[in-house]
C-alpha cells in the first residue's frame, strides 16, 4: 500500500557512524535527533549503532515510545519541558534543554517528590531567536538552577539555524565558550553548542582549537540527508538517500507544456504526506508542478512508461521528511536491516 516511507536502516547508520567520527575528531560526542521520525525506535537503534553517545527528542510522546520499544539510552528532551509535563519528564528523559525559572522550578519540585534527581543544560539566545536567556541573564538562571536541591546542572548550550536562520559562526560560538568560562564551577562537563548546521564549520576548515569545550553536538537532520544543512551539499561519505517517499499514480493525461508534448502525472500524496515541505522526483524526466492536501502533480518529458498504478520515488528535504515519517497516511518501510 502507499504511500509508503522507505528507511535504509544501513545506510542511516552509516551517516551517524561518518558524523559520529568527525565529531570525534574536534572532542565531541553525538546525541541523534529522532524528531523527525517522531521516535522511531528502529532509526534510534541504528543511530546509536552507528555511534551516537544518546538520543535527543523535541516531543515527550517519542521519548516515551523509545522507553516503551525498551531503549535505555540516555535521552534529551530538546523542547523545555512544559508545565503540565514535567512530573512525566524527570521520569522518562535523563536531562532537559531549559530557558526559564518557572520550569527550573516546577522540574525540581517534580523530581523532589519523585526522590529523583534531574539533569538540566541551560539554553542562552546568540541570534537565533528561539528558545534562551539573554546573554546578560544566564548567570542569574545559572545561580538559581544550583540552589535547586533536586536538579543537577550539567552544563549549558545555545541552538542556531531552526527559526531565523541565525547560522553558527566562529564569532558566535566563542561567546559561547567565553559564557560558559564565566558562569562554570568546575561541575559543568557538557557545552551543548551545536546542531546540524555547525557541520559547516568542520566542513569549511573553520572550527579550530578555541571551540575544543563545545562537547555536544544535537544531530539529527544531517544524519537522516546527509549534506551540510548550511549548503545542502553532500557531506564525504554520507548517503543522502536515507528515507524515500513513495507515492502511486492515479491519472495520466498528455498536455502540452512550453509548446512540447508532455505527460501530466497526478499522484496520490500532497500535503497531508509532505507538509510544507518538498519532494524532488528521482526521475529526472519528472518535474513536479503543484501540491494540494491530497495530490502531486507533476509533468513527464521525453519517452516514459509511467502509467495509472505506477509508482514514482521522491527524495525529500528536513520538513517533507518530518510530515511523512509522522503522517498516518503514510506506511513506512525498513529495507537493510541490521544484524
Request: net charge negative.
Amino acid at each position: 500500500m502507499w504511500p509508503k516511507l522507505v528507511i535504509n536502516l544501513a545506510k542511516l547508520q552509516h551517516n551517524t557512524e561518518v558524523i559520529a567520527k568527525m565529531v570525534e575528531q574536534v572532542g565531541g560526542r553525538v546525541f541523534a535527533v529522532t524528531k523527525v521520525v517522531g521516535g522511531d525506535p528502529y532509526c534510534a537503534r541504528a543511530m546509536l549503532a552507528g555511534g551516537a553517545a544518546g538520543l535527543a527528542d523535541s516531543r515527550l510522546e517519542n521519548i516515551r515510545r523509545l522507553r516503551q520499544a525498551g531503549i535505555d539510552a540516555p535521552v534529551l528532551l530538546l523542547r523545555s519541558p512544559a508545565l503540565s509535563e514535567v512530573s512525566d519528564v524527570i521520569k522518562i528523559a535523563d536531562l532537559s534543554l531549559v530557558s526559564d525559572q518557572a520550569v527550573l522550578h516546577a522540574l525540581n519540585q517534580a523530581a523532589a517528590l519523585a526522590g529523583m534527581t534531574h539533569s538540566v543544560i541551560l539554553m542562552v539566545d546568540l541570534g537565533e531567536g528561539r528558545e534562551g536567556v539573554a546573554p546578560q541573564d544566564l548567570p542569574r538562571l545559572v545561580e538559581f538552577a544550583r540552589g535547586q536541591n533536586s536538579l543537577k546542572l550539567v552544563g549549558i548550550g545555545t541552538n542556531f539555524a531552526c527559526l531565523n536562520k541565525a547560522w553558527p559562526t566562529l564569532a558566535k560560538l566563542k561567546a559561547l565558550v567565553n559564557l560558559y568560562h564565566q558562569v562554570s564551577d568546575g561541575n559543568m562537563a557538557c557545552l551543548s553548542g551545536s546542531n546540524s548546521s555547525s557541520l559547516h564549520l568542520l566542513m569549511t576548515g573553520q572550527w579550530n582549537q578555541s571551540l575544543v569545550e563545545i562537547n555536544h553536538w544535537r544531530i539529527g537532520e544531517s544524519i537522516f540527508l546527509g549534506w551540510d544543512l548550511v549548503t545542502k551539499q553532500p557531506l564525504p561519505d554520507c548517503f543522502q538517500d536515507v528515507c524515500q517517499l513513495e507515492l502511486e499514480v492515479i491519472e495520466v493525461k498528455q498536455e502540452v507544456v512550453r509548446l512540447q508534448p508532455a505527460t501530466k502525472i497526478l499522484l496520490a500524496g500532497g500535503t497531508e504526506e509532505i507538509g510544507c515541505g518538498s519532494a524532488r522526483p528521482l526521475d529526472r524526466r519528472v518535474t513536479v508542478t503543484g501540491v494540494s492536501s491530497d495530490h502531486l502533480v507533476a509533468v513527464a518529458e521525453g519517452q516514459h512508461k509511467i502509467e495509472v498504478g505506477s509508482i514514482l520515488t521522491f527524495g525529500l528535504d528536513y520538513q517533507a521528511l518530518l510530515a511523512a515519517a509522522n503522517s498516518a497516511y503514510v506506511k513506512v518501510e525498513y529495507v537493510d536491516w541490521l544484524s
